[in-house]
């Protein structure tokens, strides 16, 4: 599963210009038995099979220096650009991926994972949740992106959402026959004039597609 998207384009070019890199472990190879079981069933009852400590462990351990450990889990801390900004400025992370049930509590507490959720709903495996995480992260290092600028007018990087972007052709006619055509306003060649529209159309997407971004008044 890794790289996976994350060999190409953008973050594929950074990884091979070595400005990340990564090292996926399968869990499985740290299994002590013929069959690499690496769960069973849970103490309790209940559906459903749980991920064992000693095996993760075993995994953890081979790492020289895992920094810092993060256990995606979609009953963990909120995923936000601000959560993505604080990750990406660790030198090494570690993101476990659980299975089934998820993984036996008592590797979480003795090891001091943060438990990290990219939303409410439950994927069948941790690995596209370490994907977005790595993807949101990437981006953020230095040289990484082109335009160095571009991160900070983003959606969420000042609390609020994007402004919408506008390119050629103009007009643009579709095949339905209707014209669309770019705002003046863009094409008036008057900065200080762009930016206020920019950020009026960026609070007025805000305060209708997500007011809970907006500070309370
Ligand atoms: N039994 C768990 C629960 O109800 O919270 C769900 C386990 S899920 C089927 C299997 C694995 O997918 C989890 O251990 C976790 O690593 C990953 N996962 C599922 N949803 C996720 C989410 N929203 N964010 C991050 N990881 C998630």
Not at 83 to 98: A, D, H, P, W, Y
Not at 112 to 126: A, C, M, N, P, Q
Request: net charge negative; charged share 25%.
């Amino acid at each position: 599963m890794f790289p996976g998207s994350l060999g190409q384009s953008l973050s594929g070019r950074a990884l091979e210009n070595g400005l990340w890199s990564y090292n996926a472990l399968q869990i499985r190879d740290y299994a002590a038995d013929r069959h690499k079981t690496v769960d069973d069933t849970p103490f309790g009852g209940g559906a459903g099979m749980v991920m064992r400590p000693d095996i993760i462990e075993k995994a953890l351990n081979s790492f020289n220096n895992p920094g810092k450990l993060f256990y995606m889990s979609p009953r963990g801390n909120a995923l936000t650009q601000k959560k993505v900004q604080e990750i990406s400025t660790f030198e090494n992370l570690t993101f476990l991926c659980g299975r089934y049930e998820g993984v036996d509590q008592r590797i979480l507490d003795a090891y001091e994972f943060e438990e990290l959720s990219i939303g409410d709903y439950v994927l069948s495996g941790g690995e596209p949740a370490a994907l977005i995480v790595m993807d949101a992260c990437i981006r953020l290092l230095p040289g990484v992106m082109g335009n160095e600028d571009t991160a900070g007018e983003e959606s969420f990087s000042n609390g609020l959402l994007e402004y919408p972007h506008f390119t050629k052709p103009d007009p643009w006619i579709d095949t339905k026959g209707k014209t669309h055509t770019v705002p003046e306003i863009l094409k008036s060649g008057h900065h200080a004039n762009i930016r206020a529209w920019r950020e009026r159309k960026s609070l007025e997407l805000t305060r209708e597609r997500r007011p809970d971004l907006l500070p309370e008044k």
